[in-house]
C-alpha cells in the first residue's frame, strides 16, 4: 500500500513539474527588440537611409512616411556591470517607406533582434502628415495586428513627431515619460484624457469627429499642450484646440479631476487661485419646433488656494460669493471660447451631438449625416455653479 501511495505522489509530483515548465516557444528578452514607441511623419530621410539608398540597400516603395521606432536597451545582469540610472536605456530607428508593416520588417535587416510590439506605448502622428493621409490608414497595421494591445496611447504633434522620441531626461525612456505624463490629470485643467488605440475606432468609423492630446518640442524638453481635431468624415487633421480653449473643454465635458483655475479680481486687479476638487456637467438639448439649441450646466467645489490681496477677508460670506462669481464667469468665458473656436473649423468635440442623440434620437437622425457643420450653427448658453467649501490657510498674511 505505502508503494502504491509512493508511486502515486511521484507520479503527482512529475506531472506538477510539467505542468510549470517554461514555453518552449519562448525567445530571452536579451534576443528581441521591445517596441516602446513609434512616431509618424512626413517623408523626410535621414542621412543613413540616403547613404543605404546610395549604396543599393533600398526597395520599392513610394517613400510617404518617415517612421521613427524607438527600442529598449535590455539592462544587463549583475552587480556592478549593471548599467547606471542615467545610461541611456532606449535606441532609435528611422525608417521611410509607405507601409508601417514594411517598415517594420525592413528593421530587422538593420539588426539582429526582431521587433515585437507587446511592450508598444505611445503612437505619436505629425498633424503634417494627417493633412495627407487619413488616420483610419496609418493606425490599419496597429488595429490589426495581434502582438500591440489595444491600450496604446495615441498623440499628435503640431511639430516633427520624431523629436518627442529624443532624448529628455538622462536615463528615461521618451514613450514612457509621454504615457506617463497623464498621471498629472489630477493637476493640471490644461490636459486631457488619454487616448487609447482602442477609444478611436467607434469614432472612426461613425465618422465622429474627436480630439487627440498634442505634444510639441523645445530644445531637450517636451510638453503635451492643446490637442489636435480630427474631422470626423475624412479623418484628417481638422485644426488645433490651445490650452484655454482645452481647458474649457474640459469644463463642458464634466471630465476634470483637479487641477487650478485662475481669474483676476476685477476690482483690484490681483489674480486669484481656485484648487479644482469635483466637476459635474450636464448638457441639455432643446428642440423647439426645427430649432435646436443647447444648455450646459457646471457644477464645481473646491477651494481658494491662492490670494494676492491680503486685505482679501474669505471668512466673509459676502467675500466668498464674490470670488465664487468671478471664477463662474471665468469657467463661462471659457467655454465660450472653446464653442466658438469648434464652431469655427466646423467640429463638434465636446459631446454636443452624443447629448441629442440620447435625448431627441428622432431629431438626431434627420442631422447626422453633417453634423459638424449644423453644430456650427446652433447657439449654446452656459450657467455655472462654483462652490467655495474651503479656503484652507489663504487668509494667512506676513502682516
Known amino acids: 500500500m505505502k508503494r502504491v501511495q509512493s508511486g502515486l505522489l511521484g507520479m503527482v509530483a512529475l506531472l506538477t513539474c510539467c505542468t510549470l515548465s517554461g514555453c518552449w516557444s519562448s525567445s530571452p528578452v536579451e534576443d528581441l ?35 521613427t521606432f524607438q527600442f529598449i536597451i535590455p539592462e544587463e545582469s549583475g552587480g556592478s556591470n549593471s548599467s547606471s540610472p542615467q545610461a541611456k536605456k532606449f535606441f532609435n530607428i528611422t525608417e521611410t517607406g509607405d507601409s508601417v508593416f514594411e517598415m517594420l520588417r525592413e528593421i530587422s535587416l538593420r539588426t539582429n533582434r526582431p521587433p515585437i510590439g507587446q511592450h508598444l506605448k505611445t503612437i505619436i502622428i505629425s498633424s503634417s502628415l494627417l493633412r495627407k493621409i487619413p488616420l483610419y490608414e496609418l493606425l490599419d497595421f496597429f488595429l490589426g495586428d495581434n502582438d500591440i494591445r489595444p491600450s496604446v496611447q495615441l498623440l499628435i504633434s503640431t511639430d516633427k513627431a520624431g523629436n518627442a522620441l529624443q532624448e529628455k531626461i538622462p536615463g528615461q525612456i521618451p514613450a514612457y515619460i509621454l504615457k506617463d505624463i497623464f498621471e498629472n490629470r489630477k493637476r493640471n485643467a490644461r490636459l486631457i484624457k488619454p487616448v487609447a488605440l482602442v477609444k478611436v475606432v467607434g469614432p472612426m468609423k461613425g465618422k465622429r469627429s474627436f480630439i487627440l492630446p498634442n505634444v510639441i518640442t523645445a530644445e531637450n524638453e517636451i510638453k503635451l499642450a492643446g490637442a489636435g481635431i480630427i474631422k470626423g468624415k475624412t479623418q484628417t487633421y481638422g485644426g488645433f484646440l490651445n490650452e484655454s480653449e482645452v481647458e474649457g473643454l474640459m469644463w463642458i465635458k464634466g471630465q476634470l479631476v483637479g487641477g487650478v483655475l485662475k481669474s483676476s479680481d476685477p476690482q483690484t486687479g490681483k489674480n ?20 435646436i439649441s443647447f444648455q450646459v450646466k457646471m457644477t464645481s467645489e473646491g477651494r481658494v488656494s491662492e490670494v494676492f490681496n491680503k486685505k482679501e477677508n474669505l471668512r466673509s460670506n459676502d467675500v466668498l460669493g464674490q470670488e465664487e462669481s468671478i471664477f463662474q464667469e471665468r469657467v463661462n468665458s471659457l467655454a465660450e471660447q472653446t464653442v466658438a473656436k469648434m464652431q469655427k473649423l466646423q467640429v463638434d468635440v465636446g459631446g454636443f451631438g452624443e447629448a441629442l442623440r440620447i435625448q431627441h434620437p428622432k431629431v438626431w437622425r434627420k442631422v447626422k449625416e453633417d453634423w459638424d457643420t449644423t453644430f456650427s450653427t446652433l447657439p449654446v448658453r452656459f450657467s455655472t455653479d462654483i462652490h467655495i467649501e474651503d479656503y484652507g490657510s489663504s487668509i494667512t498674511t506676513a502682516d
Open 33 to 67: 527588440n521591445l517596441e516602446t514607441g513609434i512616431a509618424m511623419d512626413v517623408v523626410s530621410q535621414s542621412s543613413q537611409e540616403e547613404q543605404i539608398k546610395r549604396k543599393g540597400g533600398d526597395y520599392p516603395k513610394k517613400e510617404l512616411i518617415t517612421g
Open 272 to 291: 486669484i487661485a481656485y484648487e479644482i476638487k469635483a466637476v459635474k456637467s450636464r448638457i441639455k438639448a432643446i428642440v423647439q419646433g426645427g430649432d
